[in-house]
Protein backbone atom coordinates (compact mmCIF):
# COMPACT_ATOMS: atom_id res chain seq x y z
CA UNK A 1 0.00 0.00 0.00
CA UNK A 2 1.16 3.31 -0.95
CA UNK A 3 1.20 6.10 1.91
CA UNK A 4 0.28 9.34 0.98
CA UNK A 5 2.51 12.14 -0.14
CA UNK A 6 1.69 15.33 1.48
CA UNK A 7 3.52 18.73 0.01
CA UNK A 8 5.86 20.82 1.94
CA UNK A 9 3.14 23.49 3.06
CA UNK A 10 1.45 20.19 4.19
CA UNK A 11 4.28 18.72 6.02
CA UNK A 12 4.83 22.17 7.50
CA UNK A 13 1.13 22.94 8.50
CA UNK A 14 1.45 19.31 10.39
CA UNK A 15 4.25 20.15 12.46
CA UNK A 16 3.53 23.14 12.84
CA UNK A 17 -0.16 22.51 14.43
CA UNK A 18 1.82 19.22 16.59
CA UNK A 19 4.11 22.52 17.90
CA UNK A 20 1.23 24.00 19.04
CA UNK A 21 0.01 21.58 20.64
CA UNK A 22 2.41 20.77 22.57
CA UNK A 23 2.47 24.09 23.70
CA UNK A 24 -0.84 23.30 24.75
CA UNK A 25 0.22 20.65 26.71
CA UNK A 26 3.27 21.79 28.14
CA UNK A 27 0.93 25.05 29.29
CA UNK A 28 -1.73 22.79 31.33
CA UNK A 29 0.54 20.64 32.97
CA UNK A 30 2.57 24.10 34.31
CA UNK A 31 -0.55 25.17 35.08
CA UNK A 32 -1.67 22.38 36.88
CA UNK A 33 1.33 22.15 38.74
CA UNK A 34 1.06 25.64 39.86
CA UNK A 35 -2.34 25.34 41.02
CA UNK A 36 -1.06 22.20 42.92
CA UNK A 37 1.87 23.96 44.56
CA UNK A 38 -0.84 26.84 45.65
CA UNK A 39 -3.01 24.26 47.45
CA UNK A 40 -0.14 22.92 48.99
CA UNK A 41 1.06 26.18 50.47
CA UNK A 42 -2.16 27.24 52.02
CA UNK A 43 -2.99 23.85 52.82
CA UNK A 44 0.23 23.29 54.35
CA UNK A 45 1.19 26.47 56.16
CA UNK A 46 4.18 26.98 54.57
CA UNK A 47 4.48 30.48 54.05
CA UNK A 48 7.36 32.12 55.74
CA UNK A 49 6.98 35.67 57.33
CA UNK A 50 9.43 38.43 58.27
CA UNK A 51 9.08 42.08 59.26
CA UNK A 52 10.17 44.76 58.21
CA UNK A 53 10.29 47.73 60.66
CA UNK A 54 9.59 51.60 59.70
CA UNK A 55 10.84 53.80 61.54
CA UNK A 56 10.70 57.96 61.99
CA UNK A 57 13.39 59.26 60.49
CA UNK A 58 13.94 62.66 62.81
CA UNK A 59 13.65 60.83 66.28
CA UNK A 60 14.24 57.24 65.23
CA UNK A 61 11.10 55.88 66.68
CA UNK A 62 9.64 52.56 65.40
CA UNK A 63 6.28 53.46 63.64
CA UNK A 64 5.59 49.94 63.20
CA UNK A 65 6.16 46.99 60.84
CA UNK A 66 5.74 46.15 56.73
CA UNK A 67 4.49 42.23 57.08
CA UNK A 68 6.31 40.79 54.34
CA UNK A 69 4.72 36.45 53.50
CA UNK A 70 7.06 34.80 51.42
CA UNK A 71 6.36 31.11 49.86
CA UNK A 72 9.17 28.34 49.35
CA UNK A 73 10.95 28.63 46.71
CA UNK A 74 10.09 25.99 43.70
CA UNK A 75 10.14 25.09 40.31
CA UNK A 76 7.00 26.48 39.92
CA UNK A 77 7.42 29.74 41.93
CA UNK A 78 11.48 30.27 41.66
CA UNK A 79 11.33 33.83 43.36
CA UNK A 80 8.70 35.69 45.22
CA UNK A 81 7.41 38.15 42.77
CA UNK A 82 6.49 34.95 40.18
CA UNK A 83 4.33 33.35 42.87
CA UNK A 84 2.48 36.70 43.66
CA UNK A 85 2.37 37.26 39.91
CA UNK A 86 0.50 33.87 39.35
CA UNK A 87 -1.78 34.25 42.43
CA UNK A 88 -3.00 37.75 40.39
CA UNK A 89 -4.09 35.97 37.72
CA UNK A 90 -6.17 33.25 39.68
CA UNK A 91 -9.26 32.92 40.79
CA UNK A 92 -8.20 31.82 44.64
CA UNK A 93 -6.70 36.01 45.30
CA UNK A 94 -9.65 35.78 47.65
CA UNK A 95 -8.87 32.76 49.52
CA UNK A 96 -5.26 33.45 49.61
CA UNK A 97 -5.42 36.82 50.81
CA UNK A 98 -7.77 35.06 53.68
CA UNK A 99 -4.97 32.63 54.64
CA UNK A 100 -2.58 35.31 54.02
CA UNK A 101 -3.95 38.17 56.49
CA UNK A 102 -4.89 35.08 59.24
CA UNK A 103 -1.04 34.15 59.05
CA UNK A 104 -0.04 37.95 59.30
CA UNK A 105 -2.02 38.83 62.38
CA UNK A 106 -1.30 35.67 64.10
CA UNK A 107 2.77 35.70 63.26
CA UNK A 108 3.01 39.14 64.67
CA UNK A 109 1.24 38.36 67.42
CA UNK A 110 3.58 35.66 68.60
CA UNK A 111 6.25 37.78 67.56
CA UNK A 112 4.81 40.30 69.87
CA UNK A 113 4.53 37.87 72.37
CA UNK A 114 8.67 36.78 72.03
CA UNK A 115 9.71 40.19 72.06
CA UNK A 116 7.97 41.31 75.42
CA UNK A 117 5.92 43.88 73.83
CA UNK A 118 2.65 45.28 74.80
CA UNK A 119 -0.49 43.96 73.40
CA UNK A 120 -3.69 46.53 73.04
CA UNK A 121 -1.17 49.40 74.68
CA UNK A 122 0.76 49.04 72.13
CA UNK A 123 1.69 52.02 69.49
CA UNK A 124 3.65 49.99 66.59
CA UNK A 125 1.41 49.97 63.22
CA UNK A 126 1.18 46.88 60.73
CA UNK A 127 1.33 47.54 57.14
CA UNK A 128 -0.11 44.38 55.58
CA UNK A 129 -0.27 44.25 51.60
CA UNK A 130 -3.81 43.67 50.00
CA UNK A 131 -4.54 43.01 46.22
CA UNK A 132 -7.48 46.02 45.72
CA UNK A 133 -9.98 42.94 44.34
CA UNK A 134 -9.98 41.91 48.45
CA UNK A 135 -11.15 44.92 49.66
CA UNK A 136 -14.13 45.12 47.39
CA UNK A 137 -14.97 41.22 48.39
CA UNK A 138 -18.50 41.40 50.76
CA UNK A 139 -16.71 38.99 53.09
CA UNK A 140 -14.45 41.46 54.05
CA UNK A 141 -17.09 44.35 54.18
CA UNK A 142 -19.23 42.30 56.18
CA UNK A 143 -16.12 42.81 58.94
CA UNK A 144 -14.44 39.76 58.67
CA UNK A 145 -10.90 41.12 59.27
CA UNK A 146 -11.90 42.79 62.56
CA UNK A 147 -13.12 39.33 63.82
CA UNK A 148 -9.45 38.36 63.19
CA UNK A 149 -8.24 41.02 64.98
CA UNK A 150 -10.46 40.63 67.74
CA UNK A 151 -8.46 37.08 68.25
CA UNK A 152 -5.12 38.28 68.40
CA UNK A 153 -6.25 41.56 70.19
CA UNK A 154 -4.90 44.40 67.39
CA UNK A 155 -7.25 47.11 67.41
CA UNK A 156 -7.82 47.87 63.35
CA UNK A 157 -6.55 51.75 63.97
CA UNK A 158 -2.90 49.88 64.32
CA UNK A 159 -3.82 48.08 60.93
CA UNK A 160 -3.26 49.96 57.41
CA UNK A 161 -3.65 48.05 54.06
CA UNK A 162 -0.94 49.22 51.78
CA UNK A 163 -2.42 48.66 48.27
CA UNK A 164 -0.68 47.33 45.81
CA UNK A 165 -0.91 46.58 41.87
CA UNK A 166 -2.68 49.67 41.12
CA UNK A 167 -3.62 49.25 37.89
CA UNK A 168 -6.06 46.85 39.31
CA UNK A 169 -7.94 50.27 40.38
CA UNK A 170 -10.42 51.21 37.39
CA UNK A 171 -13.21 52.99 39.35
CA UNK A 172 -11.74 54.78 41.68
CA UNK A 173 -15.24 56.81 43.26
CA UNK A 174 -16.43 53.20 43.57
CA UNK A 175 -13.03 52.17 44.98
CA UNK A 176 -13.52 55.22 47.07
CA UNK A 177 -16.79 54.09 48.92
CA UNK A 178 -15.23 51.02 49.67
CA UNK A 179 -11.90 52.36 51.35
CA UNK A 180 -14.84 54.85 53.10
CA UNK A 181 -16.13 51.79 54.58
CA UNK A 182 -12.68 50.76 55.77
CA UNK A 183 -11.84 53.82 57.41
CA UNK A 184 -14.76 53.83 59.17
CA UNK A 185 -13.89 51.04 60.78
CA UNK A 186 -10.77 52.37 62.06
CA UNK A 187 -8.28 51.13 59.38
CA UNK A 188 -6.09 53.30 57.44
CA UNK A 189 -4.60 53.33 54.02
CA UNK A 190 -1.30 53.41 52.44
CA UNK A 191 -0.21 53.80 48.05
CA UNK A 192 2.73 51.85 47.50
CA UNK A 193 5.37 52.41 44.74
CA UNK A 194 4.85 56.41 44.98
CA UNK A 195 6.13 58.11 41.85
CA UNK A 196 6.74 55.22 39.84
CA UNK A 197 4.60 56.02 37.32
CA UNK A 198 0.74 57.68 36.36
CA UNK A 199 -1.53 55.34 38.39
CA UNK A 200 0.29 55.52 41.84
CA UNK A 201 0.13 59.46 41.24
CA UNK A 202 -3.63 59.21 40.01
CA UNK A 203 -3.95 56.77 43.15
CA UNK A 204 -2.71 59.11 45.88
CA UNK A 205 -5.05 62.13 44.77
CA UNK A 206 -7.77 60.13 43.99
CA UNK A 207 -7.89 57.79 47.09
CA UNK A 208 -6.49 60.01 49.74
CA UNK A 209 -4.47 57.81 51.41
CA UNK A 210 -2.76 58.45 54.98
CA UNK A 211 0.30 57.02 53.75
CA UNK A 212 2.29 57.66 50.87
CA UNK A 213 5.30 54.92 50.44
CA UNK A 214 7.92 56.54 47.71
CA UNK A 215 9.30 54.37 45.19
CA UNK A 216 12.61 52.51 45.60
CA UNK A 217 13.67 54.18 42.44
CA UNK A 218 12.69 57.41 43.87
CA UNK A 219 15.40 57.08 46.53
CA UNK A 220 18.25 55.29 45.05
CA UNK A 221 21.49 57.68 45.10
CA UNK A 222 18.70 60.48 45.10
CA UNK A 223 21.39 62.56 47.10
CA UNK A 224 23.14 62.73 43.55
CA UNK A 225 19.88 63.49 41.48
CA UNK A 226 18.72 66.33 41.07
CA UNK A 227 15.40 65.05 39.21
CA UNK A 228 15.04 62.58 41.99
CA UNK A 229 14.81 65.18 44.52
CA UNK A 230 12.47 67.72 42.65
CA UNK A 231 10.05 64.86 42.63
CA UNK A 232 10.26 63.83 45.97
CA UNK A 233 10.12 67.24 46.77
CA UNK A 234 6.66 67.62 45.11
CA UNK A 235 5.18 64.70 47.14
CA UNK A 236 6.54 65.91 50.49
CA UNK A 237 4.51 69.44 49.70
CA UNK A 238 1.68 67.43 48.61
CA UNK A 239 1.62 65.26 51.33
CA UNK A 240 1.82 68.21 53.88
CA UNK A 241 -0.65 70.12 52.41
CA UNK A 242 -2.94 66.95 52.54
CA UNK A 243 -2.18 65.41 56.09
CA UNK A 244 -0.68 62.42 54.94
CA UNK A 245 2.52 60.96 56.09
CA UNK A 246 5.60 60.43 53.87
CA UNK A 247 7.20 56.97 53.90
CA UNK A 248 10.82 56.72 52.15
CA UNK A 249 11.12 52.62 50.51
CA UNK A 250 14.46 51.37 49.58
CA UNK A 251 16.98 53.03 51.65
CA UNK A 252 20.16 50.80 51.53
CA UNK A 253 22.69 53.29 52.33
CA UNK A 254 23.62 55.45 55.04
CA UNK A 255 24.06 58.72 52.59
CA UNK A 256 20.48 58.51 51.33
CA UNK A 257 19.21 58.23 55.32
CA UNK A 258 21.30 61.21 56.04
CA UNK A 259 19.73 63.38 53.05
CA UNK A 260 15.49 62.35 53.64
CA UNK A 261 16.52 63.25 57.52
CA UNK A 262 18.07 66.62 56.70
CA UNK A 263 14.80 67.14 54.05
CA UNK A 264 12.38 66.81 56.81
CA UNK A 265 11.04 63.15 55.41
CA UNK A 266 9.25 61.59 58.10
CA UNK A 267 9.77 57.98 57.83
CA UNK A 268 11.60 55.51 56.18
CA UNK A 269 12.13 51.53 55.33
CA UNK A 270 15.23 49.63 53.68
CA UNK A 271 18.22 47.79 55.03
CA UNK A 272 20.22 50.60 55.46
CA UNK A 273 17.94 51.31 58.76
CA UNK A 274 16.30 47.87 59.60
CA UNK A 275 15.69 44.57 57.87
CA UNK A 276 13.62 42.11 57.31
CA UNK A 277 13.38 39.63 60.36
CA UNK A 278 10.82 37.11 62.15
CA UNK A 279 11.48 38.94 65.16
CA UNK A 280 10.37 42.57 66.45
CA UNK A 281 12.91 45.30 67.16
CA UNK A 282 12.54 45.31 70.97
CA UNK A 283 12.15 48.66 72.28
Do not use: W
Not at 139 to 162: D, H, N, Q
Not at 253 to 273: K, R, W
Amino acid sequence: MKLPLFSRAQQSGFSSGLADALETLQSSIRHYGMSRELYRIIRERRLSTVFQPILNLQDGSCLGYEVLNRPPASRYFPNTESFYDYIGRTKRVFEFERYCRETSFERFESARRLARLPGEKSSEVLFVNVHPQVLSDAAYRSGETVRMLEKYRIPPGRVVFELTEKQAVTDYAQFERVLSNYRAQGFRIAIDDAGSGYSSLKAIVSLRPEFIKLDKSLIRDLHLHEDQRRMVKLLQEFAEGSGTSIIAEGIEHGAEAEFLIQEGIGYGQGYAIGRPSPELMPR
